[in-house]
C-alpha cells in the first residue's frame, strides 16, 4: 500500500480540481481520483477522455451533467458514470457551490477539449 501523497491541486477559470490519487501524485498506476469543486452557474470544459470511463459523484450541490446529448441533473447522492470517449461537461445549476468526486480507469487519463 502505498502512504498517502500530498493532491495536487489544478485551479481554473471555471472552479478547482484536487487531484487526490494518479501517476502523477504518485500513489497510483491503476486509477485517478479527484475532488472538484464547482462555483455556481460555472461549467467545466466540454471535453472526452479517450483511455477511460469516468464517474461522477455530487457530494453536495445542484448540477447537470450532460453526456452526448443526454443531460442529467443531480443532487448530493447522485451518481453518474462517463464511457470512454463520450463528448461530456459538467454544470453547476445550484445556489452554492457544489463538490463533486471524480474517479477515473486511468491512472493518467487523456483529456481532450470537444
Known amino acids: 500500500m502505498k502512504a498517502s501523497m500530498k493532491p495536487i491541486r ?14 502523477e501524485v504518485g ?3 491503476e486509477l485517478s481520483l479527484a475532488r472538484m469543486t464547482l462555483p455556481p452557474g460555472n ?9 477511460c470511463e469516468e464517474s461522477i459523484y455530487v457530494v453536495r450541490g445542484k ?4 453526456i452526448g446529448k443526454e443531460r442529467v441533473e443531480m443532487s448530493a447522492g447522485g451518481q453518474s458514470v462517463v464511457p470512454r470517449g463520450a463528448v461530456h461537461g459538467i454544470r ?17 487519463r487523456a483529456f481532450e477539449l470537444a
Not at 10 to 23: K, Y
Not at 43 to 51: E, K, L, P, R
Not at 63 to 66: K, L, P, Q
Open 63 to 66: 448540477v447537470e451533467c450532460r
Open 92 to 108: 453547476n445549476v445550484g445556489d452554492a457551490p457544489a463538490e463533486i468526486i471524480l474517479s477515473y480507469s486511468s491512472a493518467a
Open 27 to 29: 500513489n497510483s498506476h
Open 10 to 23: 489544478n485551479e481554473f477559470p471555471w472552479g478547482v480540481i484536487e487531484w487526490l490519487a494518479n501517476d
Open 43 to 51: 461549467s467545466t470544459d466540454t471535453h472526452i477522455h479517450a483511455n
